[in-house]
């Protein structure tokens, strides 16, 4: 049992260039969130699923696009970097809604866009 | 909409000392707070949470946290820290109706010193 697992662990990208970052989870949760974290702003909520085949926008959306055509992914893509998307990316999944149930984590993705 | 403020950056305790860290919340309602911790190079993982009931809720390593409403406080304490738990901490709100999403804290970074 992985648990959420995420893929890169790191990347560099240059201005840009796009990207997708992978989130696989082995716990059958319905729900799943991309997050990123930047230094004194704790975690933002980019986009959430709240099943395959939907995504919702959340906190800070713009430049990103997210897709969940299964179940166990949720794929986090970004068209055109730009050096204000450097930052630590995590994914997290959850049985139910975020509000009132446990989140897992990922590891995080550690994006340098130059 | 709910916030959560945490008014520590940074905190220093002595390896044995207690801790409380503060988590201050805005919400309408009865909230569901969560508390969670990021060891460094980690995810988030869950340390306790309170949805209802008795207002002092335990939760793992040690940890327990006080709901006050009165204050709009959901505080974080330990009797006594160990090197170990050296790391950032999250408090999160959330909500009951349909709410996908939860919110967080800044964090407050805790180092121990021995």
């Known amino acids: 049992n992985a648990g959420v697992t995420q893929t890169p662990k790191f990347r560099v990208l240059k201005t840009g260039q796009s990207m997708t970052l992978l989130c696989a989870q082995d716990?059958?949760?319905?729900?799943m969130y991309w997050y990123r974290q930047d230094p004194g702003m704790g975690l933002r909520l980019i986009h959430y699923?709240?099943?395959?085949?939907?995504?919702a926008k959340g906190e800070v959306p713009d430049g990103y696009n997210v897709s969940r055509l299964k179940k166990q992914n949720f794929l986090l893509g970004l068209e055109s970097a730009a050096p204000s998307q450097t930052s630590v990316y995590f994914c997290?999944?959850?049985?139910?809604?975020?509000?009132?149930?446990?989140?897992?984590f990922g590891p995080g993705t550690r994006l340098t866009v130059l | 909409a709910q916030s959560v403020t945490q008014p520590d950056i940074h905190i220093t305790v002595s390896e044995g000392a207690s801790l409380e860290l503060r988590c201050n919340y805005s919400?309408?309602?009865?909230?569901?707070l969560f508390w969670y911790v990021q060891s460094p190079g980690q995810g988030l993982q869950l340390l306790l949470k309170?949805?209802?009931?008795?207002?002092l809720v335990q939760g793992i390593k040690g940890f327990e946290a006080e709901f006050k409403r009165s204050q709009s406080s959901f505080n974080l304490r330990k009797p006594s820290v160990h090197w170990s738990d050296a790391a950032e901490y999250f408090c999160?709100?959330?909500?009951?109706?349909?709410?996908?999403?939860?919110?967080f804290g800044t964090g407050t970074r805790l180092t121990i010193i021995p």
């Open positions: 997290a999944s959850s049985l139910g809604l975020a509000g009132v149930n446990e989140q897992f």
């Open positions: 716990m059958n949760h319905e729900y």
């Open positions: 699923s709240v099943g395959e085949g939907t995504t």
């Open positions: 919400y309408g309602a009865t909230p569901y």
């Open positions: 309170y949805f209802s009931g008795d207002t």
């Open positions: 999160a709100v959330g909500a009951n109706f349909g709410n996908e999403k939860l919110t």
